[in-house]
């Protein structure tokens, strides 16, 4: 079996041949690998090539492919049920388990995507406050509901698709977006619009337009003037809950938002979605509150023993350490590759997520990002690709790297990115 012809044969039948637009590789100008197994840190193509992964399903897989403890978790449960559309203990244990971890959310709700928590945050914020305008940062992502696809990063920037067809402009304007890390902009946009905005929706880390930090104060003062205002701040942590810290982007930062939104890592590679927060802003979801919102799979107990076996193991394992040094030695030696052969870079890394950027500026907000050198991202990535290294394909997004990766796998990508960017 060829990847080619599975992908034809996708292309007939599927919108650009893909269940979700990054995957079809139109940014990277290559034919998109189908695949067919994976296990620990490794990925097997249907013509049985072998890659390093560091794309890692997009970030969920921090045990990495089919952890031994999550597949005999969901295997057991298989056997007693996929959905029953009623509570199950599990549901109980994992939301105990949520609650233990981050100390900001008092209650939490289950969904099926981060996509799903995102759109059900902001609408408990619109009902909580009864105000209607959302602020949002310039290249952060947040799934795409229509409220949220406004100047969106991820795969909206990467297919350079404008962030509204099939958003009524109406509803579109009542997003507010603003440059990430600009502290002066938040301010002039609350003096504006202030009085009338819901809730301010961000990015702790953002990894959406490719990785990048909030610089000093710039968190705070949202927390800040939010406070004035009387709007509640939704922290995004799709990506970062579990991935920075056991207590997410929230523990290190040390910020205290209204709502969190959680994904990724929460499902240990099963669709799963969740928010919480203060428990009086959470008892106004339905039933215990008017904000209605419901999920016929939502709670199942596939994803959440799942979950609770990845974030038992992580809770035992405690690897952020060992997983950010781990990081540091691959992303020290791809500078070091970088540099030996005179390419320009930017190299932005937290805990064990980081970006490659091309270009030798700074990255701190989606201008700075997009000055990255796209036409060379497109020739690194074929170029890995080639040698067996399987990164994002796509610039603004993260590297993710798992506790199946060893010493080994990073020496040995290492020797395949060297390889990879003497042939550029
Ligand atoms: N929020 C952030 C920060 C994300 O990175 C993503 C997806 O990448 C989402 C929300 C949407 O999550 P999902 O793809 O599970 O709908």
């Known amino acids: ?24 590789f139109k940014a990277v100008g290559g034919e998109p690998i ?5 296990q620990g840190s490794r990925l097997w193509d249907v013509e049985g090539k072998e890659y390093i992964d560091f794309l890692m ?7 990495g492919h089919s952890h031994p403890k999550v597949v005999e978790a969901v295997c057991e449960q298989a056997k007693k049920g996929l959905s029953y559309g009623l509570t199950n203990e599990h549901e109980i244990t994992l939301a105990e388990l949520v609650v233990s971890a981050m100390p900001s959310v008092e209650m939490v709700r289950f969904v099926s995507s981060g996509t799903e928590a995102t759109m059900s945050a902001i609408r408990l ?49 009542l997003t507010l977006v603003i440059p990430y890390n600009d502290p002066q902009a938040f301010e002039e946009v609350f003096k504006k619009y ?30 800040e003037i939010t406070r004035e205002y009387g709007a509640l701040v939704i922290c995004d942590e799709v990506i970062t809950n579990f991935r920075l810290s056991k207590g997410g982007a929230q523990e290190l930062f040390g910020r205290d938002p209204d709502i969190t939104c959680m994904g990724k890592i929460i499902g240990g590679g099963m669709p799963l979605g969740a928010y919480g927060g203060r428990r009086e802003i959470m008892q106004k979801v339905a039933p215990e509150g008017p904000v209605y919102q419901a999920g016929t799979l939502s709670g199942n107990p596939l994803s959440m023993v799942a979950g609770i076996a990845t974030l038992k193991e992580l809770f035992t394992l405690k690897p952020y350490e060992e997983l950010e040094k781990l990081t540091r030695k ?27 950027f091309f270009t030798e500026e700074e990255v701190y907000d989606y201008e700075t990002a ?31 790297l798992s506790t199946a990766h060893t010493e080994e796998d990073i020496h040995l990508a290492l020797e395949k990115i060297d390889k990879a960017v003497a042939s550029l």
């Open 194 to 223: 202030g009085e009338d905005v819901a809730c301010v929706i961000v990015e702790p880390v953002a990894g959406n337009m490719g990785v990048v930090l909030p610089k000093p104060g710039f968190l705070e003062k949202i927390r």
């Open 57 to 63: 399903s997009w970030g969920p897989l921090i045990l």
């Open 125 to 173: 914020a619109r009902g909580y406050t009864g105000k209607k305008y959302v602020v949002k940062f310039d290249g952060c992502y947040h799934g795409h509901g229509d409220s949220l696809l406004v100047s969106a990063g991820s795969g909206v920037a990467t297919l350079g698709i404008p962030g509204t067809p099939g958003v009524p402009e109406d509803i579109a304007s």
């Open 1 to 24: 079996m060829r990847n080619s012809e599975l992908f034809e044969r996708a292309k007939a039948i599927m919108p650009g041949g893909v269940s979700s637009p990054v995957r079809a």
């Open 34 to 38: 189908i695949v067919s197994r994976a």
């Open 370 to 400: 997009k000055r990255s050198d796209r036409e060379m991202f497109g020739k690194f990535f074929r170029s890995l690709l080639r040698e067996g290294v399987l990164i994002p394909p796509a610039q603004f997004e993260a590297w993710f």
């Open 330 to 356: 691959l992303t020290s030696g791809i500078s070091e590759i970088l540099h030996r052969n005179g390419i320009p870079h930017r190299i932005n890394q937290i805990a064990s997520m980081f970006t490659v």
